[in-house]
């Protein structure tokens, strides 16, 4: 399984990016699919996911801002992300869980300007 992330880039505060996260594996095999970022000098963090029945969740530093959606027919998973704080600055990370296996694609960088 690969996970390719791309979409991140350089935004002014109160703007939006969009995210992707592409699979070789119809994403609907695993049982959720998410996204993390990790910000210079701290631990990577959860930020949203996605669940094979289409449920969602959000961590709450991006509840109302950041929406996570998926399309099937491209195995393809998306981070909406709207007004946009510079402490979204960071890292982000797609990763989808199937059985006990955990699988990370490569990040892409997220830089918020104030």
């Known amino acids: 399984v690969q996970l390719q992330a791309s979409g991140g880039g350089l935004v002014q505060a109160g703007g939006s990016l969009r995210l992707s996260c592409a699979s070789t594996?119809?994403?609907?095999?695993?049982?959720?699919m998410g996204w993390y970022r990790q910000a210079p000098g701290k631990q990577r963090e959860w930020v949203a996911l996605?669940?094979?029945?289409?449920?969602?969740n959000y961590a709450d530093s991006v509840k109302g801002r950041f929406t996570i959606s998926r399309d099937g027919a491209k195995s393809t998973v998306y981070l909406q992300m709207n007004s946009l704080k510079p402490e979204d600055t960071a890292v982000y990370y797609c990763n989808a869980e199937e059985n006990r296996a955990t699988y990370w694609g490569q990040g892409t960088q997220v830089t918020v300007s104030s």
């Open positions: 996605i669940t094979s029945s289409g449920n969602t």
């Open positions: 594996r119809r994403i609907f095999r695993f049982d959720a």
